[in-house]
């Protein structure tokens, strides 16, 4: 039982103290910018990061434009379908309007804004950030014509992919695809509702009006998103190959429906985040990747952060479930996770998950640890530390000064000493896969560039591309530190928006040090708000058994083994069934018997596990000598 009065005290002054210590070192690193050394000039990097956003801008360009060489582009999507789409963003380096990863980019920009909005007017950059977000925010009240109707996407990646234009040339696809009743999509829905409710909170004190509608747009979708449950992907199959949605829907709709308590106080909201969490996987799933498709620990940051407001009203318990599973994501980058899930790292130290936009993972994961360290810090008395499975806890300090030592490598303090922000430091990427800023301006030379031309005598070009993309991340480096800045290393060089969505955030914290967004003045806390209980070790139904090797052979020198394993579901007689349970299983080299290899996040057991039941798989690994068992872990489920 944890003790009031001095040793509380003591222990949450000395929380503070680690995070005071991060900021002030912070401070002295700002003082410099640069592209390669440790000192970065985190304001100068704050303001180009959210200037990117106007370089993707579709639509009427404004009088304050400030990415001249762009101009209005996409003025006639959604004629065809009898509806006005003219406006928003497109997603990365192409000229197709995604509406999972916009709805998602735009969710991040207010979250940054909420959480840091403070910081981001002492630079000078709050108008811009507000500027960017309600560009966004126009768009979705377009795209939502009616309250069971959503406009999903304009234009299509084939199409797109095969033409390498100016956006203001378009001559590509510019088809409208929709969600409706009959072809539902809870999680671009799901997503779509956060996005709007988030930027509603942006806008409630400067233009409430506006802020009204938004929240009015956003309630409507989520029941849309409720009661017509489905994938959007089955419903807009032109969707599928380009922003597939691999984790499903409950995540979107755990998320939209905790952005709807923090915009509404309405207990309605909070009581579905509770209700639905072992059924849509709030409980269950424990990742390390937060991106476009799965939301999981930002549903489960937004959960502790209500627990630590004193928020949770009768539902402090399933908040604490949510609240565990935050800590795995934490620990997970911290490299304490235990259990194989930890993020991998670069030589350079830079988290790793995968060849293709990496950094997106890192900038999202580095808002995720800085909001969470913050609101554990405001919380104090004791409550200042994640608790990990492999290593000691962990205070929010180290989680401040993760999130700071990624977006020093992304800015330039990393083995190749290249800033991965274009336009940011003396080296920074010059040939970045995006059509507009790799040909001409429209405004220097209006001749027409066709697809075939575009690719003909710009895609190839040698030389750096003419539009300077100013604040852009690129997809970044390889897993061993390594970066081709060449226009067609499109896994490397591309950018995308919701790259530099979350970063604005960490960015704008990093400048001005400490918390204080927007929605701090919205925050009640009691006056005898009572030191939560720690949170224990978390009593998962599901259990991993590893069983002894069942064969061993030996192949061009090396010896292989077959494991086996069981998964159980301990849940009491009567209890809920597992559902959709994915396991991850380190560097397999063979066959897995037993599990379906999922599109994304490990394997999937092909059958539900029923209170009390069990089911086998089994794996290979090889080595020199007589390999142990891989690791193998729970990565997510759902219990219904």
């Given at each position: ?601 490990g394997y999937v057991l092909p059958s539900s596990l029923a209170a009390g039941e069990s089911a086998a798989f089994a794996y290979v690994v090889r080595g020199r000598a007589a390999p142990p068992p891989a690791d193998v872990w729970v990565i997510g489920y759902k219990l219904v």
């Open positions: 039982m944890a003790r009031r009065g001095g040793a509380a005290a003591s222990s949450s002054m000395a929380n503070l103290l680690g995070v005071a210590l991060v900021l002030a070192s912070t401070a002295q690193t700002s003082a410099r910018g640069g592209g390669g050394g440790g000192r970065h000039d985190y304001r100068m990097a704050l303001s180009k990061s959210i200037l990117y956003f106007e370089a993707q801008r579709s639509g009427v360009l404004p009088g304050n434009q400030r990415i001249a060489w762009r101009a209005n582009s996409g003025l006639a999507d959604g004629k065809a379908n009898g509806v006005d789409l003219v406006g928003g963003y497109y997603d990365a380096g192409d000229n197709v309007k995604f509406g999972f990863p916009m709805a998602f980019t735009v969710t991040m920009m207010a979250w940054s804004v909420l959480e840091y909005g403070k910081q981001m007017a002492a630079a000078g950059e709050l108008g811009h950030a507000m500027d960017a977000v309600r560009w966004g925010a126009d768009y979705f009240v377009k795209a939502h014509p009616a309250p069971n109707v959503l406009y999903g996407e304009v234009g299509d990646g084939d199409s797109d992919h095969v033409c390498w234009q100016r956006p203001e040339d378009m001559t590509t696809s510019r088809q409208a695809y929709r969600l409706d009743p009959q072809h539902p999509g809870s999680d671009l829905a799901g997503e779509t509702v956060a996005a709007l409710a988030a930027a509603s909170l942006v806008f409630r004190s400067s233009n409430p009006g506006y802020a009204n509608q938004l929240l009015q747009h956003s309630k409507q979708l989520f029941d849309f998103a409720d009661k017509y449950r489905g994938k959007y992907d089955d419903s807009m199959p032109v969707a599928k190959k380009f922003y597939g949605s691999f984790s499903g829907y409950g995540d979107e709709l755990l998320w939209a429906s905790a952005w709807l308590y923090q915009a509404t106080d309405n207990r309605r909201y909070l009581d579905y985040l509770a209700n639905n969490g072992d059924a849509l996987g709030g409980t269950g799933w424990a990742t390390n990747e937060f991106g476009w498709d799965v939301k999981y620990p930002g549903v489960q940051v937004l959960a502790a952060k209500f627990l630590l407001q004193g928020k949770a009203g009768p539902h402090a318990a399933v908040l604490r479930r949510y609240q565990r599973n935050a800590d795995v994501f934490a620990c997970s980058c911290l490299g304490k996770g235990g259990g194989g899930g930890n993020v991998g790292r670069t030589p350079g130290g830079l988290m790793y998950h995968q060849g293709w936009n990496n950094l997106q993972f890192v900038t999202g994961a580095s808002f995720l640890l800085a909001v969470y360290a913050d609101h554990l810090a405001a919380a104090g008395r004791g409550q200042a530390v994640v608790r990990c499975q492999a290593g000691p806890a962990a205070r929010a300090s180290e989680l401040v000064a993760l999130a700071k030592s990624q977006v020093d490598y992304i800015l330039g303090s990393n083995p190749r000493g290249i800033s991965y922000m274009v336009g940011y430091g003396a080296r920074y990427p010059r040939r970045a896969h995006h059509r507009g800023a790799s040909i001409v301006s429209i405004r220097a030379n209006p001749s027409f560039v066709s697809c075939k031309d575009g690719y003909a005598s710009w895609f190839g070009r040698a030389g750096s591309n003419p539009n300077l993309l100013d604040g852009a991340v690129v997809g970044g480096p390889d897993g061993r530190d390594g970066f081709a800045d060449e226009r067609n290393n499109y896994q490397q060089t591309e950018v995308a928006t919701y790259n530099n969505a979350p970063l604005m955030g960490v960015l704008a914290r990093l400048a001005g040090g400490g918390r204080g967004g927007l929605a701090e003045a919205a925050i009640k806390r009691p006056d005898n708000q009572t030191l939560l209980p720690p949170l224990a070790a978390a009593a998962s139904p599901v259990e991993i058994t590893q069983l002894n090797a069942t064969a061993s052979w030996k192949k061009d020198g090396r010896t292989y083994r077959r494991y086996a394993a069981t998964v159980s579901n301990r849940s009491p007689a009567g209890g809920k069934t597992v559902e959709e349970l994915h396991i991850g299983i380190g560097k397999p080299h063979g066959p897995v018997w037993g599990l379906e290899k999922a599109a994304r996040y």
